[in-house]
């Protein structure tokens, strides 16, 4: 029997996600970690087993490099990139958010942190981005100009997207409700909490079944980076409430628990067989120059050495 397409490939099929969002995935769990290097063709040669064209993956790298996260070196006729001393932090605190994050905040002391902010209706730029910052915060919109989150502990990142935005007049409190009642209407007021368990439902769906649990062969690189990119976004749209707010039968615990022991179990093999692509490259160079199969690609019946064991999906 066929095996089904990883669910990232499939859903790259129908026009998500982009080849940059991917690209960030790969840098902060493989790049970062192994030296801050990646050439090209083993760039190309890990996306092209998630489904993405050779075309996508150069424009991603260049426009990655506009924005200042890579510099190019040139080797020959070889592209080695390095990640910048902004790359480096951008994504060493995105990594620690996403592999602290799990769904629920524990031992709550009952404070929030409430911020008033008003943005005039005009400025639609700042408005955006300060939206989508706060949310990445873990901040909800109760009202025009009034945001809230059960982690006073971010105060000072809150008053750092406001101060980068520009936004004067702002005002930080860390206040308790006076009891409890009202308190679920107040957080689903702020956040849309059946949307966030939709897209955990989603992720237990795509990760949880046979193609990942099953103990048939799998390409342990593709399947871990479509891992990570799928539970990168769940820090920005998960708020982390305390467990006492959440609903019973929260499926964000779930989800949190299938990402990690899945994350322990490809960990290891996916970053033997980046190293195997990355390293190879100057190996697997011609006088034409690398291709995009570079670092040892596979041929047609040849086996991966990176194929997930068996007993590597026991317990799923």
């Not at 002391?109 to 008003?118: C, I, N, P």
């Not at 990760?207 to 976004?233: I, K, M, N, Q, S």
């Not at 994350?263 to 390293?279: I, M, P």
């Amino acid at each position: 029997m066929t095996e089904r397409p990883p669910a990232l490939i499939r859903r790259h099929a129908a026009g998500a996600p982009s080849a940059r969002g991917l690209l960030f995935t790969l840098l902060g769990e493989f790049v970062l970690p192994g030296g801050g290097a990646a050439w090209t063709s083993a760039v190309i040669a890990a996306f092209a087993r998630l489904g993405v064209a050779e075309k996508a993956t150069r424009q991603a790298l260049m426009r990655t490099s506009a924005d200042g996260w890579l510099s190019a070196e040139k080797a020959g006729r070889l592209t080695q990139w390095h990640l910048t001393s902004a790359g480096r932090q951008l994504l060493t605190e995105g990594a620690g958010r996403i592999y602290s994050f799990t769904s629920a905040a524990e031992n709550w002391d009952g404070r929030w942190l409430l911020v008033a902010a008003r943005i005039p209706d005009g400025d639609r730029s700042t408005r955006h981005a300060v939206r989508t910052r706060l949310s990445w915060a873990g901040l909800g919109w109760l009202g025009p100009g009034l945001w809230i989150s059960a982690h006073p502990e971010r105060e000072a990142e809150v008053a750092r997207v406001l101060g980068e935005a520009g936004v004067a007049g702002a005002h930080l409190f860390t206040a308790t409700r006076s009891g409890l009642d009202g308190a679920a209407d107040m957080v689903r007021a702020a956040w849309d909490l059946d949307a966030i368990e939709q897209q955990y439902g989603r992720f237990i769906d795509d990760f949880g079944g046979p193609e990942f649990c099953g103990t048939g062969p799998g390409d342990v690189l593709a399947r871990h980076v479509e891992l990570v990119h799928a539970w990168r976004r769940f820090p920005a749209i998960d708020p982390g409430l305390p467990r006492e707010l959440l609903p019973v039968s929260w499926r964000g615990l779930e989800a949190a628990r299938l990402f990690t022991g899945l994350h322990e179990r490809w960990s290891a093999g996916a970053q033997a067989e980046w190293k195997r692509l990355n390293d190879g490259v100057l190996v697997a160079s011609g006088p034409s120059g690398p291709s995009g199969a570079a670092g040892g690609g596979l041929q047609r019946g040849q086996r991966d050495p990176a194929v997930v064991a068996p007993e590597d999906l026991a317990g799923c």
